[in-house]
């Protein structure tokens, strides 16, 4: 708790012109420049595939698997179990599995648990903001989160302190991270979001906090900064990431257009730094994305029945034991087409993928061996 953000100092330290080549972190390992590198070589030319998952059998793999018997490059997982609030589940070991073992590049977002009575944290917590019509909701006080002296000030920074420490676990394997924290801000949704103006001003200061702490108190090394304010009145310090995200949820029925508006929306907050469809309902068209110049670094479908099928909550399996693909989203025929699409890249075409060194992921493993045995 000793170490707190200096705004104006920062202000000073990140004024200079923002520089697209080079990553904003001074903190930055050999193999993290290395992974941005090869992400700056392919922007404009192809695309990363990516897949986010939540549930331990991620059996959003079967679908990829038995129609492309490849897996997607980029894997998102999530620090919503990193929290005072909820218990740990595995989302960071299955992280480290999938960079170490597989092969796979690693994105992390945070939907961040924050309580609903500071003073007992039992009555319970979420992510979602008191306005929204979830049932889950918190009341959690963002300006007095970044207010020094209060006990939401001093709850924000034990958080950041856990989430680093597991960042800080991942440097270790030296796993370079595409890190998106307080993501989708413009809306209202999260309590971290676009309420009014005191809530986008406390939005920026909290952003500055995360960055100046992660940066220089824990000094981590493996960090490339995916901003995802998606829009000019949450914009922050261009100096404090180096990728613009938008998250795109289409209503409109097999929409696999290039979204062509957004991204020239995303050009214009983005500094010439490099951007992505840091999630989505419906995958772009490559040859869509091409021919509008609208080329998204990856893609990332949610998890669940954005790929798969669903009962309730349950996968739906066919009769062989794999999970059906939820046409709603995307056919058998779309899937097969765009991921051996030769501006896709999978895992399998990463230019470090080693087949005889990377194995398929463990949930994977078991539920093809589930498929087998019957």
């Not at 490059?73 to 218990?87: H, P």
């Not at 999260?190 to 909290?206: I, P, Q, T």
């Amino acid at each position: 708790m000793a170490y707190t953000t200096d705004f104006e100092k920062l202000k000073e330290q990140l004024n200079y012109k923002p520089d697209p080549t080079r990553l904003v972190s001074k903190q930055a390992s050999k193999n993290t420049v290395k992974l941005y590198e090869y992400l700056k070589s392919i922007y404009g030319e192809k695309h990363l595939a990516g897949q986010q998952y939540l549930l331990s059998d991620e059996v959003e793999d079967l679908v990829y698997y038995r129609l492309t018997g490849k897996l997607p490059a980029v894997r998102g997982y999530d620090f919503m179990g990193v929290s005072s609030c909820k218990k740990t589940d595995d989302q960071v070991d299955r992280a480290i599995k999938w960079a170490t073992e597989c092969g796979g590049i690693v994105t992390m977002c945070w939907h961040w648990y924050a309580p609903n009575d500071m003073n007992d944290y039992s009555k319970g917590s979420s992510f979602y903001y008191k306005t929204t019509d979830y049932d889950h909701k918190t009341c959690f006080d963002l300006c007095k989160g970044v207010t020094e002296g209060t006990a939401e000030y001093e709850f924000i920074i034990r958080e950041i302190d856990m989430v680093s420490a597991e960042l800080k676990r991942m440097a270790e394997f030296d796993i370079p991270v595409l890190w998106r924290p307080l993501h989708e801000a413009n809306g209202n949704w999260f309590w971290w979001g676009n309420h009014d103006d005191k809530h986008r001003e406390a939005y920026k200061k909290l952003w500055y906090m995360i960055f100046d702490r992660m940066e220089n108190y824990h000094k981590l090394p493996n960090l490339i900064w995916v901003w995802n304010g998606q829009d000019k009145c949450m914009e922050v310090n261009p100096n404090t990431f180096d990728i613009c995200g938008d998250d795109i949820y289409s209503v409109k029925e097999y929409d696999h257009s290039s979204q062509k508006e957004r991204f020239s929306y995303m050009e214009a907050l983005a500094h010439g730094k490099l951007i992505t469809l840091s999630e989505c309902g419906y995958i772009p068209e490559p040859d869509k994305m091409k021919k509008d110049n609208a080329m998204w670094l990856w893609w990332l479908p949610w998890w669940g029945e954005f790929v798969y099928k669903r009962d309730g909550y349950k996968p739906v399996f066919d009769k062989d034991g794999y999970t059906v693909i939820n046409e709603k989203y995307m056919t058998e025929d779309f899937m097969k087409r765009v991921m051996s699409h030769p501006d896709v890249i999978m895992r399998e075409d990463l230019p470090w993928y080693d087949k005889d060194r990377h194995k398929l992921p463990d949930a994977l493993m078991k539920n093809l061996e589930r498929i087998e045995s019957k």
